[in-house]
């Protein structure tokens, strides 16, 4: 039918927009990766108001069920302006039966996410939610949906197939562990370690704890859940590609060189062209992943296929804001080069995101195996 | 937000599938830039023309099927997998006609189309000059009023398919006195055997003749014969020109078919090599991505795309923020130059990488006994190079990018 999005889907990206504008993420980041934790739970109770993880939970679990929310919003708490009426996802979202737990709301949400540089287990609280919801097991269910939709709940989530280390163990309320085709749920966790983006720390979670669930079933459900992760990765570091380039377009417009604006120097002008020419090309594909992971194209598609759709999505939007990043720096001189400058937010999360949950090597490979 | 095709649209796939299937020639034509090539690419057009194959998206009374853009991309998505003939007429199809439905008379219309679509009469596009490349603008070849029309006089170059084309379109200095180089240009039609004309084959990087510079010596063109107003010739060509760069050049489907050939080039090849690997998947990528671009495009202009509020506004206020598949600002101007850069190193990459798979076999061009492929990867590498040259530099669109989808300062030319 039409592969744009609707007027709907529009004002919820708006919202989200509007509201992370208005609330101190950067500070939210700063403290996060200083191990203060309150501001980032802040802002994340805002987005869960906003509708954001209701998208992933069905209405059964207080997911997006028209009374699923627990009302309003603080406003104010977070930043200047009160933002949203409601701070409620729009009526459509909340009405609609459908709430596939991928949507490509829930992409556009990511995508928003990443151009504010949301610090905390936002992907691996999806992806743990997409896990719990391909297992179907009404008691894991009802343990952990509900405080996941509402907000209350992030959840750090690791398939030891895709690497060791837990996406802030120590933040999180609950550490999920796939192991082999076992789903644990890890009690605690080695120590925190540097990470080249402070704002994701990392730990090797303890993998000896609670089985929650074992079985090829465990398997299937956790590839979903990889997918669903590598997907709203992709989306995310799209997010952070195009706010690279926008701050870095405002700079290069006002910093002058030789008597006039760096901008208007051709090898500045290209390599923003190429950036954009990058994001541009990688935005459709991580839309299109989304539309197959959500069904859409399962007809014509098939898993294997839908699989290579969403690791084309990550190499493409990886390579894309790494792309942006390595611009956004070399345009911005040695005051892009310094942590007190917001753009390295950015800068180092496009680099840990490439590598998250799919490296590019990988991601190709699954590409070729679902080639027709 | 779908990607599935309405059930009609995929009738009209199977209808054009089931056409393709029993019209493709079985042995591959021979190279349309040769005199006996040309001949049979034109006879193939005749035969697509016949059924109504060869200009789908033009109004039914000139020959086409009113076809939708989203069936266009359908019907060039099964040409190329059929793995049908390049098409001779592109010049005049691609170019010229959306030209004529923007600015022509409907005298103009029903004279030149009509046998454009059949085959009949193929065009040659003659703007480029020895000293007018990037700088098209600054072009002196002439136009002088004369009593019923214009005589043509200069030189002009690089006119694909003008060694074996039948006429031309291009632009001709009409005011000399015009206050801006751009100013007072006339765009007209030409016919190529016409007293004065002589054309002087240029062999390519690949020997053959497959562009030609022309001398014009007061050639006369009568005044049905120019399009649009007198001096109005730059802002026609405009409209032109975003026809060449933008989607109607260079088709998904190309890229998605020659993508999933190299991906059978791959699976036949050594697949421990992941480096190999990698730059066939960025391939797959790429054109995947490319048809993805162009969907959202298509379908923005179905919508009616609307500016100032593109889909890329629910993305957050970043400048950066573009739609899906556009232009920041909603409006659909630069997104053929966004186009012309990714399809022209797109097809260089796909080349390279086939050529790198098969190795040794890769040097075999043209039709060589040997090659798996008849030298078909080989030829497509040498056609991909100029890529990045014609229809506008890729350096020349990189600055309209940064400038009109960016708001970066225009810059010193
Ligand atoms: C295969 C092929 C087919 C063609 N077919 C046709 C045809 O049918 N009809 C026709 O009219 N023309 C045709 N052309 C010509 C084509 O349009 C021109 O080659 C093109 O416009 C570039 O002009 P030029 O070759 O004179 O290069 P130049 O303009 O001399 O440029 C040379 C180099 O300098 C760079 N450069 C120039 N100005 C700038 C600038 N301001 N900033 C940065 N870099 C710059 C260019 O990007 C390029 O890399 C064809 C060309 C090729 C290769």
Redesign the pocket.
């Known amino acids: 039918m039409t592969f744009l999005l609707d007027d709907e889907q529009h004002e919820f990206g708006r919202t989200l927009d509007r509201m992370l504008s208005a609330a101190d993420v950067a500070g939210a980041v700063r403290a996060w990766g200083a191990d203060d934790t309150g501001p980032g739970r802040k802002v994340w109770q805002r987005l869960a108001d906003a509708g954001v993880f209701a998208l992933a939970v069905p209405e059964e679990y207080g997911g997006a069920a028209p009374d699923g929310h627990k009302g309003a919003p603080q406003d104010g708490r977070c930043g200047e302006a009160p933002v949203g009426n409601d701070g409620a996802a729009p009526e459509g979202y909340r009405a609609s039966g459908l709430l596939p737990l991928l949507t490509v709301e829930m992409s556009l949400a990511f995508v928003v996410l990443g151009c504010h540089a949301m610090p905390g287990p936002v992907v691996e609280t999806v992806a743990a939610a997409a896990l719990l919801r391909r297992l179907d097991d009404p008691a894991l269910n009802r343990r952990w949906l509900p405080g996941i939709a509402t907000g209350g709940h992030l959840v750090s989530y690791t398939d030891q197939a895709h690497g060791p280390y837990a996406l802030d163990a120590a933040a999180a309320d609950t550490r999920f562990v796939i192991m082999d085709d076992r789903l644990l749920c890890a009690a605690g966790h080695g120590p925190v370690q540097p990470s080249l983006d402070p704002a994701r720390r990392l730990a090797r979670p303890a993998l000896d704890d609670e089985v929650l669930a074992s079985g090829p079933e465990v398997r299937a459900a956790a590839a979903h859940a990889a997918d669903v992760a590598a997907l709203l990765t992709a989306a995310q570091a799209l997010g952070v590609g195009r706010r690279l380039l926008a701050d870095t377009i405002t700079y290069v417009q006002q910093r002058k060189q030789f008597g006039v604006a760096i901008g208007s120097f ?1 090898a500045v002008k290209h390599r923003l062209a190429d950036a954009l020419l990058a994001l541009e090309f990688a935005q459709p594909l991580v839309f299109a992943a989304a539309v197959a992971l959500a069904g859409g194209e399962r007809r014509a598609h098939g898993e294997r296929r839908t699989r290579g759709d969403v690791a084309a999505a990550k190499v493409a939007a990886g390579e894309a804001a790494y792309g942006a990043a390595r611009t956004a720096l070399q345009l911005h001189g040695a005051v892009g080069y310094t942590e007190e400058l917001d753009l390295s937010l950015w800068i180092r999360k496009a680099r840990a995101l490439r590598s998250a949950w799919g490296t590019p090597s990988a991601c190709r490979a699954r590409v070729l195996a679902g080639a027709p | 937000m779908d990607l599935e095709h309405a059930p009609e649209d995929e009738e009209f796939r199977h209808t054009a599938r089931a056409w393709l299937t029993t019209h493709v020639p079985v042995t591959p034509l021979p190279s349309l830039e040769t005199e006996e090539g040309f001949a049979a690419h034109r006879k193939w057009e005749r035969t697509l023309a016949a059924d109504r194959w060869s200009v789908v998206s033009w109004p039914e009374e000139y020959g086409g099927r009113g076809a939708s853009l989203a069936r266009w991309l359908i019907f060039e998505e099964e040409y190329y997998a059929a793995n049908a003939p390049g098409r001779v007429s592109q ?1 005049g199809i691609s170019l010229l006609a959306p030209t004529l439905f923007e600015h022509g008379s409907p005298a103009q219309l029903a004279r030149v189309l009509p046998p454009m679509a059949s085959g009949e009469v193929v065009w ?5 000059e020895p000293e007018a ?4 603008a600054s072009l002196r070849s002439r136009a002088v009023r004369t009593e019923g029309g214009w005589l043509l006089s200069g030189h ?1 170059t ?3 398919r003008a060694a074996f084309a039948d006429r031309a379109f291009g632009l001709f200095r009409s005011d000399p006195n015009a206050d801006r180089p751009h100013r007072g240009l006339t765009y007209v039609m030409f016919d190529l055997r016409a007293p004065g004309v002589t054309v002087r084959p240029i062999a ?1 990087l690949d020997g053959k003749p ?2 030609a510079e022309l001398f014009l010596d007061e050639v006369f063109v009568p005044d049905e014969d120019v399009i649009g107003e007198p001096g109005q010739g730059w802002r026609v060509a405009m409209s032109t020109a975003g026809n060449e760069r933008g989607l109607t050049l260079r088709s998904p489907g190309r890229f998605t078919a020659a993508a999933e050939r190299l991906v059978a080039l791959w699976r036949r090849a050594d697949p421990s090599d992941t480096a190999l690997r990698d730059r066939v998947a960025d391939a797959v990528i790429g054109a995947r991505a490319y048809h993805l671009f162009t969907r959202a495009h298509a379908d923005r202009l179905a919508a009616g795309a609307s500016l100032g509020d593109g889909p890329g506004a629910g993305l957050g206020a970043h400048p950066g923020a573009g739609g899906l598949g556009g232009d920041p600002s909603g409006g659909l101007g630069g997104d053929s130059s966004l186009n012309k850069v990714f399809w022209s190193e797109l097809d260089i990459a796909l080349h390279e990488t086939a050529l790198d798979l098969l190795g040794a076999e890769g040097e075999l061009a043209g039709h060589a006994n040997d090659s798996p492929d008849q030298g078909g990867w080989a030829d497509g590498w040498l056609f991909s190079l ?1 890529g990045p ?5 890729n ?2 669109q990189r ?1 309209i990018i940064a400038e009109r989808l960016l708001g970066l300062p225009k810059g010193r ?1």
């Open positions: 051709q | 010049n040659a596009q003659a703007w480029s490349g990037s700088d098209l002009k690089w006119s694909s390519r497959a562009f100029a040259i014609y229809a506008g530099t350096e020349i600055d030319r």
